[in-house]
DNA sequence: TTTGGCACTCTTCATGATAGAGTGCTAGCC
DNA sequence: GGCTAGCACTCTATCATGAAGAGTGCCAAA
């Protein structure tokens, strides 16, 4: 029962699975006969088709419905059968059309993402990392009513963030400006986090030595800088299209697309996904039905690749789709999609 | 057939649109003679129905299965026959508390509206206006690579714009530091499009008698203020909890959800349905079923209460949901959210 | 004006028959 | 040993049928 595949089974394999992908419907022997290619009964196809069973690779829903894939079965579809498409330049002119230069990394994964979604009419997606080093660029206080601060932050270039923060005192415009200033130029450069410990450490040091302009700074600073205001805030996932998503027979069940959007929504579940995705290395990785380990995308599959800058990976782009989707169009779409994103983030291929 | 509906036609519509909106069941003439407090046979109940059926206010999905309402009858029921239950004081803290003060516009609606989708299970909705004044706090402006300037702009001191404008030379530090200097002197409390006129005026007046300092201000906030790039963006609604609309069975075919969910998704129609509900005056507002206009919207009721300051409406929250919906408490439960948001955007309540 | 009664209509559900698709198995062929 | 043909079997999908139940409309009587 185990053991290598033979060549002719693989093939019959390979048939079965694009002519279902195409299709929809389970392939039975007769029809595998007829469009495979090879000279063969039907009878001899069942037999084949006996041993793909065995093997785990396909299954009958029922008795004489004739066969599905599994998803071991994409699984060795997609390693080893499957040759993809090659991407049409008309594709890749709409995505590269659509990654102007310069703009932010949120408004980049936005445009991939619902780029991604519109060329595979499934669910398009992009992780923007948490763990690349935020380096502060600018920081700007603004006085609002009341104790409160309008907090200013531009975070390696490109991310403008706000907060408000509440202060123990009310402080005027010029003081303001003037923490800022040290601010700026005291920390600008620095990591969030590096300008977080360099803080604490300073009030440590010294807190009577500190003139009243340095106090202001850095008392405000301090809540400016706490953890979980600021810094795990980058960390997020963006997903377009997932109404496409509503169009697949095999995902139409209401109470199931609830259950997906749900966690598209909270995004929580995807993260974690995510994650394992990125876990090692470059390239296309591919998540078939129950291999994501979450219940919720068990009929769902995941082809993710990752965008890099100076060589160091920072986060990822994909498409979630249902498990029955071209593999072969799908995956030389998101690749490229991903060495487009990482071409124009380099800035080495930017304008300077 | 026109004319006065009798109190006792009135109190079996009443009657029945209660139990069809418990039940989602047609409601049959004995069931209503048994349940409706009346001492009536279900032989005059009969009558009663094939007069408020000859009045458009009820129909019957087919010879034998009760009546249902329609749109016209919720609309009579809504105007004039509806006891609305009082608000809990559970549900108001629950708003209450998650109206933290000195929000931005943005983060209220996005709360607001998730707090009203929760609290009723359909989907809670927040408009911020386009048509309130957007007054100048603050610009920045900071040096990307190559010629492009990150804007910083806080107006109407909460909401902070940020975009990227391409100039037609590089600019140095300090010369946008100077730019944003003049412009913060010279605009800051001023509308968007008071600037944007009044830039076009001294740029008419004389371009050669400015010195250079000026004119860089000038060409730099020349982009920034082109109508549509600030200007437009910040009309906008947020709509929460989608996902509730799936767990109604009147909903629940997924093409029509898809629809729905794609309208949500581009906003276009949901606004200039908001539109006319913001028209005219406060209080509570009701679309039922096809009175939106909109096809996609007609198993749909949409229960809107504006919110404003100053004593000028801002904008307006709400809830979308199936026609059927339990009015009685949705109703009230929008009402004291849109005096919530009011009140907690009013400075006078806020510490100053 | 209300009520009781009755015939009628329509839906829903279970039932059963039928056709079609596809399999597994066995026997025969190269 | 591998391939093929044939056949019985199983399962699904579809359709028609019939019975039950719910509700109406209308008529005649109180």
Chains 1, 2 share one sequence.
Do not use: W
């Not at 829903?61 to 993809?84: E, I, M, W």
């Not at 706000?162 to 009310?170: A, G, H, S, V, Y």
């Amino acid at each position: 029962m185990d053991g290598q595949i033979s060549p002719r089974s693989q093939h019959i394999l390979k048939v079965l699975i694009e002519s279902y992908i195409r299709d929809g419907q389970p392939v039975g022997s007769k029809q595998l006969a007829g469009g495979s290619g090879l000279d063969l009964s039907s009878s001899t196809v069942r037999n084949v088709l006996a041993d793909l069973e065995a093997r785990g690779l396909v299954r009958a829903p029922h008795t004489s419905a004739g066969r599905v894939p599994t998803s071991r079965g994409y699984r060795v579809f997609v390693d080893s059968l499957l040759t993809v498409q090659p991407v049409t330049s008309d594709n890749v002119r709409q995505i590269a059309q659509r990654l102007a230069p310069g703009a932010s990394l949120k408004q980049i994964a936005a445009t991939v993402s619902s780029a991604l979604s519109g060329l595979t009419s499934m669910a398009g997606l992009v992780m923007v990392p948490g763990g690349m080093p935020q380096r502060l660029r600018h920081i700007e206080f603004l006085s609002l009513s009341g104790n409160q601060v309008l907090v200013i932050l531009v975070i390696n270039d490109r991310e403008v963030q706000n907060l408000i923060i509440e202060t123990p005192r009310r402080y005027s415009e010029a003081e303001l400006t003037q923490a800022a200033n040290y601010l700026n130029q005291q920390f600008a450069g620095q990591t969030l986090s590096g300008v977080r410990s360099r803080l604490l450490h300073e009030l440590r040091q010294a807190r009577e030595q500190m003139d009243s302009l340095m106090q202001s700074a850095i008392t405000m600073a301090e809540r400016v800088f706490e953890p979980d205001e600021v810094i795990d805030k980058a960390r997020d996932c963006v997903i377009a299209g997932q109404t496409n998503l509503m169009g697949f027979d095999e995902l139409s069940d209401v109470a199931r697309l609830r259950g997906l959007f749900e966690a598209f929504h909270q995004k929580r579940e995807v993260l974690s996904l995510l994650d394992r995705a990125a876990y090692d290395g470059q390239g296309v990785r591919i998540f078939i039905g129950e291999e994501s380990g979450h219940d919720l995308f068990s009929d769902c599959s995941l082809v993710t690749s990752t965008y890099q800058v100076d060589g160091e990976v920072l986060g990822l782009v994909g498409i979630i789709g249902p498990t029955r989707m071209a593999y072969d169009q799908v995956i030389p779409i998101v690749d490229v999609t991903a060495r487009l994103v990482s071409a124009a983030l380099n800035p080495a291929d930017q304008p300077l």
